[in-house]
């Protein structure tokens, strides 16, 4: 018997020693996982989800919804697996003003007293029948990117000084987006301009320019049939090369605008290219710089 209980004793010893040296090998881990803790961010548009990752950086998770550039974003249908996401979020930015109706039925489906929500268009003071193309507005994604960095040091404090910094340095990426505009103001204010669709609105507002035929725009953008006397008009403008460019929505083309693209190479006005999505492998600014570009050079500007 007192064999039996040495024998006992013995392996309770051993037990317990491997059990501290395994409490003791694990203990040093556990800072570590916790220093990479994310914050569970969703974005209902890629650009505004693009800005949250180049503020967070390694610190968060983030899930962009509508990232296709190829598809109409006006035709998405919201899925089990994005209400899923929205879910867990400790943070959800989306655009507002009526352009992603689908994300205040998903959010209001499953509230959350943890969860932060950024919208756009409350930022910038836009409501739902504005243009809600906010994104091309230079006001919006400093509004937007200062929102989110104040709501990332909020979830995950320690690492506040990273996102002030992140902060820093993405709002003097946009200065040379500010300046492009201010100089291609100063050189072609009241050009006459026309578009399919809205979508570069605050954009040609910015730098100036006399934006024709909106009501045909607001028809298009709201997926109903133009009036006879605005494609009308639409028509003799681009016939008349009374306008210096076209504007079109990539993401939204139908017989009737591609019929105005066709207008438009006959009578040799250029056709500048917009989207409502970034386009994959690009940040927000490389796109805005893009077609920021892609409209100076169809305005007949030289400089880079």
Avoid at 213 to 234: G, H, K
Avoid at 259 to 279: D, F, S
Wanted: hydrophobic share 45%; net charge neutral.
């Amino acid at each position: 018997m007192n064999s039996i209980r040495a024998i006992a004793r013995a392996t309770l010893r051993i037990g317990m020693a491997l059990g501290l040296t395994t409490v003791a090998a694990l203990a040093p881990c556990t800072p570590a996982v916790a220093a990479q803790a994310h914050v569970s961010v969703v974005a209902a548009e890629n650009f505004y989800g693009d800005v949250v990752k180049q503020l967070g950086g390694d610190y968060v998770d983030v899930t962009s919804i509508l990232s296709n550039p190829d598809e109409d974003p006006h035709l998405f249908e919201a899925s089990p697996k994005t209400a899923r996401a929205l879910h867990s979020a400790t943070l959800v930015v989306y655009n507002g003003a009526a352009y992603d109706p689908w994300m205040e039925k998903l959010l209001a489906a499953s509230p959350s007293a943890k969860r932060t929500v950024i919208v756009a268009a409350a930022l910038v003071g836009a409501k739902p029948g504005d243009n809600p193309h906010l994104w091309y507005k230079p006001q919006t994604m400093p509004a937007v990117a200062r929102a989110v960095s104040a709501a990332l040091a909020a979830a995950d404090p320690a690492h506040r000084a990273q996102y002030d910094a992140n902060l820093a340095r993405f709002i003097e990426s946009l200065k040379p987006i500010d300046a492009r505009i201010a100089r291609l103001r100063k050189s072609y204010a009241g050009a006459p301009v026309t578009a399919t669709e809205p979508v570069a609105g605050y954009l040609s507002d910015a730098i100036g320019l006399s934006m024709r035929n909106t009501r045909f725009q607001l028809s298009v953008m709201n997926d109903t049939e133009p009036a006879a006397s605005d494609i009308a008009a639409f028509e003799q403008d681009l016939r008349g090369k009374r306008v210096r460019v076209l504007i079109y929505n990539a993401q939204a083309v139908s017989k009737l605008t591609e019929r105005m693209l066709a207008l438009a190479k006959q009578a040799q006005v250029p056709a500048v290219r917009v989207t409502e999505t970034e386009p994959a492998g690009q940040t927000y600014q490389q796109w805005m710089s893009g077609q920021i570009d892609s409209l100076a050079k169809a305005l007949g500007d030289s400089q880079p």
